[in-house]
């Protein structure tokens, strides 16, 4: 019998980068964090197109955030779908869908494997039947009380799964 292989594919999880150009800190900040990951998932409040520069090389999927430039809103969409290997990947930043943020995530990506959204400036990672939800966090951890910036790392090979990390300490 015949086993289908199911190659992995790593993508990497972030939002809420709030940067107008990517400065040296954020290069290197990435290059530490998404070195294996082929795939950028940007989760909104990029807030410039700029900011994509930084993942030359890479597959890209990105929506726009409520603190994006004109420029970015009119170049990204403020949600999408799309695959990842065999799952389905739904992406919004998430700024409008008010206090009960994850039943309208439901109403707008209904198919999704995966329902990756931002604003929040909370990591969250947690499965909801067989639905996916991935809150990468703050990557320039600009949340409360100083904490640290995070993002995910999403992983779809025969099974789709995520990990919130920090960033580490570069200098």
Not at 62 to 72: I, P, Q
Not at 149 to 168: C, D, M, N, R, Y
Request: hydrophobic letters at 40%; proline letters at 7%.
């Amino acid at each position: 019998m015949m086993t289908t292989p199911y190659p992995m594919i790593r993508a990497g999880v972030l939002s809420d980068t709030h940067l107008s150009r990517p400065d040296s800190l954020f290069i290197r900040q990435v290059a530490a964090c998404f070195a294996d990951c082929e795939v950028i998932i940007h989760a909104g409040d990029l807030t410039a197109l700029a900011v994509l520069e930084a993942f030359s090389g890479k597959t890209i999927h990105a929506v726009c955030g409520n603190m994006c430039d004109s420029g970015t809103r009119s170049h990204l969409p403020e949600q999408m779908q799309f695959p990842l290997g065999s799952f389905t990947i739904g992406l919004t930043h998430g700024a409008r869908l008010g206090a009960d943020t994850e039943n309208a995530l439901w109403d707008l990506f209904p198919e999704a494997d995966c329902i990756i959204y931002g604003h929040t400036h909370r990591p969250a990672c947690q499965r909801h039947g067989p639905t996916l939800f991935l809150n990468p966090g703050s990557f320039r951890s600009t949340g409360p009380h100083g904490t640290l910036g995070t993002f995910a790392v999403l992983e779809a090979g025969k099974e789709l799964s995520a990990q919130i990390a920090s960033i580490p300490p570069i200098r």
